[in-house]
């Protein structure tokens, strides 16, 4: 299998004063800037060629054509009812469209200025993305109905209790929900839900703030013993300085009386980051984002089954075998394709879940170490699976 990889932009940080977690004078004296191209994939192995095995560049967007940025955040994606498909890109002051129905040949749509942060992340529910970052504004509404004619139109901001801050967002595309994460402030702000009935005015329904959220998977079961609940997996800590991680298991199917399933508490826990499920929904991955530089120890991702949501269990971990941080992962079918920090996109075989295999590789060999650089997030296409790089 060859990945075919579209890069939107290159080898960027995501720092920001907000949370202890990512502020740390190790992490803000190890920041880089952006990688300006140009870009090659190859089998070599010099500083601006970065070696990768099964994967072809077919197109790439330097950051500062993405709305002139310093940074690069988080990437999603859309596939309209035309088959076109899209990919939305944040950075440090903007949201950027852009169709990659072609994957060689990337076309920016239109770029959205927006309010400063290191952090922006972005969900798609229907024909609507929804934005949120560190920096505030609550929730940003876009209407992508008309993206195929060049059209994408910001239609509010939507607030909420709290902070206007944000960290992470996720929907339940089943159910119609919408989680917002994290954002700091007093008091902890966990899960803040709306409503997306109708996806053009989402409205605020109840939180959720035992503990600090940083990112979370929404989910409806369609089978099986938990047919019909609404779960949430809650990458938490009891403040967003860190302190006791897990993956808080919530059956929020009744909004007015969410209930604590489980909560698992991993091996060697610093700062509980984001996981996935696998496909079946028998297991999760689990990133901890700062077990690595704590301990000086490999890339080490952790493997939970919760098949039983009432009492989950690690069964294991995998690694690449390097010592770059464990970002963001995200699975399709049998592969889990994850972002490290400084070991780029690795691509593993899941074939047997609870042993994972390093296989596809994009990485930057200068810089295979313990440290603060994202590279990859996840554009997920259902067409065919594309990589954004950023």
Request: proline content about 6%; aromatic content about 8%.
């Amino acid at each position: 299998m060859t990945l075919r990889l579209v890069a939107a932009s290159l080898l960027v940080c995501a720092l920001a004063p907000t949370l202890a977690a990512h502020d740390s004078v190790k992490f803000i004296s190890a920041r880089q800037a952006p990688f300006t191209g140009p870009l090659k994939l190859t089998a070599g192995d010099t500083p601006e060629v970065f070696p990768a095995n099964g994967i072809s560049l077919l197109g790439w967007i330097p950051l500062d054509q993405l709305g002139g940025g310093s940074s690069g955040a988080d990437c999603w994606g859309y596939t309209a009812p035309s088959g076109r498909e899209y990919a939305i890109i944040g950075t440090s002051n903007a949201v950027a469209f852009v169709e990659v129905t072609d994957p060689g040949q990337p076309d920016i749509v239109q770029v959205i200025s927006a309010v400063g942060s290191s952090w922006r992340d972005i969900k798609v529910y229907q024909d609507h993305a929804y934005y949120v970052s560190e920096g505030g504004d609550g929730i940003q509404v876009v209407d992508m109905s008309d993206i195929d004619n060049g059209n994408v139109q910001l239609l509010s901001s939507v607030g909420g209790p709290g902070t206007s801050a944000t960290h992470n967002l996720a929907i339940d595309e089943t159910s119609g929900y919408l989680y917002r994460t994290g954002g700091g402030g007093d008091p902890t702000e966990g899960l803040r839900i709306y409503d997306l009935s109708n996806p053009s005015s989402p409205q605020f329904v109840t939180s959720w703030d035992t503990r600090y959220v940083h990112d979370a998977q929404a989910i409806t079961y369609t089978s099986g013993p938990n047919a019909g609940k609404q779960i949430v997996f809650a990458y938490s800590e009891t403040s967003s300085g860190g302190g006791s991680p897990g993956v808080d298991i919530l059956d929020v199917t009744n909004k007015g009386n969410i209930q604590t399933l489980s909560t698992l508490f991993y091996s060697s826990p610093v700062f509980s980051h984001q996981g996935w499920l696998s496909p079946d929904n028998q297991y999760i991955y689990i990133n901890d984002e700062l077990d690595e530089t704590s301990f000086g120890t490999l890339t080490t991702t952790r493997i939970a089954d919760v098949s039983n949501l009432s009492n989950p269990t690690q069964v294991g971990t995998f690694t690449t075998g390097l010592t770059a941080i464990d970002h963001n992962l995200y699975t399709k079918g049998t592969q889990i394709f994850e972002a490290n920090y400084r070991s780029g996109l690795r691509v593993f075989d899941a074939s047997n879940p609870t042993a994972p295999v390093d296989g596809l590789l994009r990485h930057v060999p200068a810089r295979r170490c313990r440290g603060v650089q994202r590279s990859v997030e996840r554009l997920p296409v259902p067409t065919e699976w594309h990589a954004r790089g950023q």
